[in-house]
């Protein structure tokens, strides 16, 4: 019983020394929230440009793609069981419809 009792207070003392040392007090050398803002003010038009003229397209091209490829599988899903699902489609169409629109007015929101 006692040799139990000996193998737990040694596992819970290296649990300990273990957890005290891989823990390391990290502290910022200044002020990281102005690093980040100035950050972001220089690079800002970049960002937009990339986003604006990669990101976004992307992302439609996929989302149409989707669309379609939804709509196509609902039609023929129609044809052989006589219901049309409508709720991925107009979802997928919603989606498109924000993510065209978003350039309009994502950056006012940022």
Known sequence: MKKKWTRV???AVITVLIVTASAVPVFAAGDVAGAIENTWTQAQT???????NVVFPVVDMILAILFFVK???AYFEYRKHGQFEFAAPCI???CL???LTA????WTIL
């Open 9 to 11: 207070l040694v596992c």
């Open 46 to 52: 970049q960002i937009k440009t990339v986003v604006n």
């Open 71 to 73: 709509v196509g599988t």
């Open 92 to 94: 997928l169409f919603a």
């Open 97 to 99: 419809i924000f993510t």
């Open 103 to 106: 350039p309009l007015y994502i």
